[in-house]
């Protein structure tokens, strides 16, 4: 739902004047700089995918035989999807020259993220335990060498 309202927004601002009394002028350097992150987060968005195959789920679930994905981008980070996810939120933050409409994604995002995390990070150190706990201690959170 979240993720809806974040992409939703800034269909509206397209298609109506609802959300006008909030446009500034485009520049060319945001601009430029939010189609990079926009396409950085749609291949890694892509890329995560990839690597994890048949095991992905939109749902915080285990499939049956699920096996923890340590290879590919998750080698490096161990959510990729939400690295993903910001990259894209804030790349349209960049792109969009409204103040509701281009972090509105930012903010469904963060949203998303704090709900999810945890229950995320605790359905996996239950379902692989000490494999889990290993794999954290190797790779960030969302931000290579970072968190």
């Given amino acids: 739902m979240l993720a809806w309202i974040g992409f939703l927004v800034p269909l509206l601002w397209v298609a109506s004047p609802a959300f ?23 291949w890694l968005f892509y890329r ?11 749902t915080l679930e285990v499939r049956e035989n699920h096996r923890l994905i340590s290879q590919g981008v ?8 939400y690295s993903a996810l910001f990259l ?8 969009l020259p409204n103040w509701v409409a281009g972090p509105s994604y930012l903010v469904a995002f963060g949203i998303l993220f704090v709900c999810r995390i945890r ?10 335990g000490d494999e889990y706990v290993t794999y954290k201690a190797k790779t ?8």
């Fill in 88 to 95: 894209y939120s804030v790349g349209q933050a960049l792109a």
């Fill in 119 to 128: 229950a995320e990070e605790q359905m996996m150190v239950d379902t692989f």
């Fill in 20 to 42: 006008s009394f909030a446009d500034y002028p485009l520049r060319p350097t945001p601009l430029v700089a939010g189609i990079v992150c926009l396409s950085a987060g749609l």
């Fill in 74 to 81: 998750y080698r490096r980070v161990r959510h990729p999807m």
């Fill in 140 to 147: 960030k959170r969302i931000f290579p060498g970072v968190w």
């Fill in 48 to 58: 995560a995918h990839a690597d994890l195959g048949s095991f992905w789920s939109i």
